[in-house]
């Protein structure tokens, strides 16, 4: 049996019916096409599937569609302005090379975003530590950690 649900996914409200076991990080991919929201480990543990819920970073993959009912989502596909510039965080990876392949930098961006705003992470340490649940397999953190400081001080400009 399907439930009836209605939240608002990157400014834009959007009602379905979903099957109660459907995980927001699928309704998102497969129903919505915001396939920015990459699924890795199916676990909760590599991060990619990073998105906002009311302006928090939670993991896509450990979350049930449901449970988004009547929230606000932020995907990596709604951080850009409606010209398409790009989200301070966003140009602070590009621009520090915080980046190879990728698949984890969605999850990092919305991951980063959330530390600066949420959490205050300011120093290399705290950032690093922070990041703990976000896994790049490429670029071992070091132009990921210096994008999260520029981007942060970017946001704060």
Known sequence: MSSHISFRVNGVTITRDVEPTTLLVDFLRQDLAL??????CDT???GAC??????????SCNML???ANGRE???IEGIASPDGTLHPMQLAFKQCHGLQCGFCTPG???SAID????????????IRDSLDGNFCRCTG?????KAVVAGGQAMKA
Do not use: F, P, R, S
Not at 50 to 59: E, P, Y
Not at 115 to 126: I, P
């Open 65 to 67: 569609a449901v449970q």
């Open 141 to 145: 953190y070091h132009n990921i950690i």
């Open 115 to 126: 530390l600066v705003q949420n959490h205050k992470a300011e120093t290399e340490a705290k």
């Open 73 to 75: 989502v932020t995907t």
């Open 35 to 40: 396939t920015g929201t990459h699924v890795g």
């Open 108 to 110: 990092m961006v919305m």
């Open 50 to 59: 990073t998105v906002h819920l009311d302006g928090h970073a939670i993991k």
């Open 44 to 46: 909760g543990q590599c």
